[in-house]
C-alpha cells in the first residue's frame, strides 16, 4: 500500500526520503532525494533501475510527493 504526501515546499524534503514527481498526473520520475537547493527550486533523484542521479526544478508544473511504501525500496 502506498500513500503519498503532497510537498509544496520543496525545502522539506529530506535526503534519501522517498519521493514521487508528476505533471499533469503522470509520474515522471521517482527515487530517493539526494538534495534540494536552499530555496527549493531544485530537487536531486537517485532514481532506480539504473537511470541514475537526475535533477529537476519545481517549475513548469512538477509536484513533489513523499511516498510512504509497506514495503522496503529496492538498495540502489
Known amino acids: 500500500m502506498t500513500i503519498d504526501e503532497y510537498v509544496r515546499d520543496w525545502t522539506r524534503i529530506r535526503?534519501?526520503?522517498?519521493?514521487k514527481l508528476s505533471?499533469?498526473?503522470?509520474?515522471i520520475a521517482r527515487?530517493?532525494?539526494?538534495?534540494?537547493t536552499?530555496?527549493?527550486?531544485?530537487?536531486?533523484l537517485i532514481q532506480p533501475a539504473g537511470k541514475g542521479r537526475s535533477m529537476f526544478?519545481?517549475?513548469g508544473g512538477?509536484?513533489?510527493f513523499r511516498t510512504n511504501t509497506s514495503t522496503p525500496s529496492p538498495q540502489i
Not at 527515487?31 to 534540494?36: I, N, S
Open 15 to 19: 535526503t534519501r526520503e522517498e519521493i
Open 23 to 27: 505533471r499533469d498526473n503522470q509520474e
Open 57 to 59: 526544478t519545481n517549475q
Open 31 to 36: 527515487g530517493l532525494a539526494d538534495g534540494v
Open 62 to 64: 512538477i509536484l513533489a
Open 38 to 44: 536552499r530555496d527549493g527550486n531544485t530537487l536531486w
